[in-house]
């Protein structure tokens, strides 16, 4: 079946690195993403990992895929106020002409305090 | 933001009446989607477009229906609509870039409050 899980919510102290969980099910997804959403924005792209990596470094941004137990994180190094928001992950599933449909998860809170 | 627009931005209608969003967009991209966005359930895929008039369901299409006459238009029709389509509603289009597995951005969202 078809879903992704993530924790709900995190809470971290400005300066931490903060770590997001996911779980998917789907073995074929060549593409899994990570979104971000701000209150009342749409969703943006924050980095996205191919199946066959295990890691991905952007900036502060990293990302570890563990194929086998189909679990992804992202971590955020020096977490500032403006990184709270809600994070989404999302696999990618076949649809047609070579494209994709998302999956999602429910999305992890991330709440940055002093 | 890939010229992605929807319109209206927000709309509260009441049980029974037809709604219709619209997502516009400048950059000829083939395929299209409508999400929906409700608490503790992350987006989930109601309808996509391939092309004009090549449209297919998603997850949770019942009590929806897209049409899609004009490359930079897909419609979303709520024909009666539910207080349980209250909800957030996210256009996407998904880029040219095989590279990038084609991968998908996201309109400015509609807020649909039915009553």
């Known amino acids: 079946g078809e879903d992704v899980e993530q924790s709900l919510f995190l809470s971290v102290r400005e300066g931490d690195s903060s770590v997001i969980n996911c779980t998917y099910t789907?073995?074929?997804?060549?593409?899994l993403y990570w979104y971000k959403q701000e209150p009342g924005a749409g969703l943006q792209l924050l980095t996205y990992?191919?199946?066959?990596?295990d890691m991905k470094q952007d900036q502060r941004l990293t990302v570890l895929l563990n194929k086998k137990d189909k679990h992804l994180s992202l971590r955020i190094a020096d977490t500032q106020t403006g990184d709270s928001a809600i994070y989404f992950c999302?696999?990618?599933?076949?649809?047609?002409?070579?494209?994709?449909?998302?999956?999602f998860g429910a999305g992890t809170r991330l709440a940055v305090h002093p | 933001d890939a010229g992605i627009t929807q319109s209206p931005r927000h709309k509260v209608t009441e049980t029974g009446t037809p709604v219709t969003l619209r997502c516009h967009q400048t950059?000829?991209?083939?395929?299209m989607y409508w999400y929906r966005q409700d608490p503790g359930h992350g987006l989930r895929l109601i309808h996509y477009?391939?092309?004009?008039?090549?449209?297919d369901k998603g997850e949770v299409s019942d009590g929806y229906s897209v049409s899609r006459s004009k490359t930079e238009d897909f419609l979303l029709t709520l024909e009666s609509a539910t207080s349980s389509q209250t909800s957030v509603y996210f256009c996407?289009?998904?880029?040219?870039?095989?590279?990038?597995?084609?991968?998908?951005?996201f309109g400015p969202g509609t807020r649909l409050t039915v009553l």
């Open positions: 950059e000829n991209h083939r395929y």
């Open positions: 789907d073995s074929s997804s060549t593409y």
């Open positions: 477009s391939y092309g004009v008039k090549d449209t």
């Open positions: 990992i191919f199946s066959n990596m």
């Open positions: 996407a289009i998904a880029s040219l870039d095989r590279a990038r597995n084609n991968e998908q951005f």
């Open positions: 999302a696999e990618t599933l076949p649809i047609s002409g070579g494209y994709n449909k998302l999956i």
